[in-house]
């Protein structure tokens, strides 16, 4: 577990990557930090303007050290989520940062389809859907600010992944949660 200390840096880093590279056109230099930050973690950072969605990119798999996963999740979401026009100078000021650092998924198993809203906790686990080529992810928090049940939660990562809302109810889908502890 990171300390809201670290998750308060984690933040200026974030910021700082999105900064220079929008200003400049330059990637920061990874900091010297505590070697816990370098640990193979996912994470995904988040961008808000006036409380809407400006940018969300991240790694759901702990595939790099976390500073460095940091860096390039604050960038790609300022610049290359596909939902949205490249981050502008001008809009720097008015932006929100939100990091959510995962833990790694585990896969659901159940015996029945029907069970599966019985194995996740709105609030608290993320959620991972899988069929062949197609993958979604929805981030713990998406639930709750939505006001989700866990069948609409389910639904809508499977919607995220391209595949029909209720899919989840068949048989040839894998369905993985996880748990972010979320910093803004």
Partial sequence: MLTQEDGDYLLKIAKKAIETYVKENKLIEVPDC????????????????????????GYPEPIMPLINAIIDSAISAAIRDPRFPAVTENELDNLDYEITVLTKPKLIEVNN??????????????????????????????????????????????????????AWLKDNVEIYKFQGQIFK
């Fill in 34 to 57: 505590p070697d816990y930050m370098k640990e193979k973690l996912g994470v995904f950072v988040t961008l808000n303007k006036n409380q809407n969605l400006r940018g969300c990119i």
């Fill in 113 to 166: 389809p029907e069970e599966y809203p019985s194995k996740i906790n709105i609030g608290e686990d993320g959620l991972i859907v899988e069929k062949g080529f197609f993958r979604g992810l929805l981030l713990p928090q998406v639930a709750t600010e939505h006001n989700m049940s866990k069948e609409e939660f389910l639904s809508h990562t499977c919607m995220k992944a391209g595949i029909s809302p209720n």
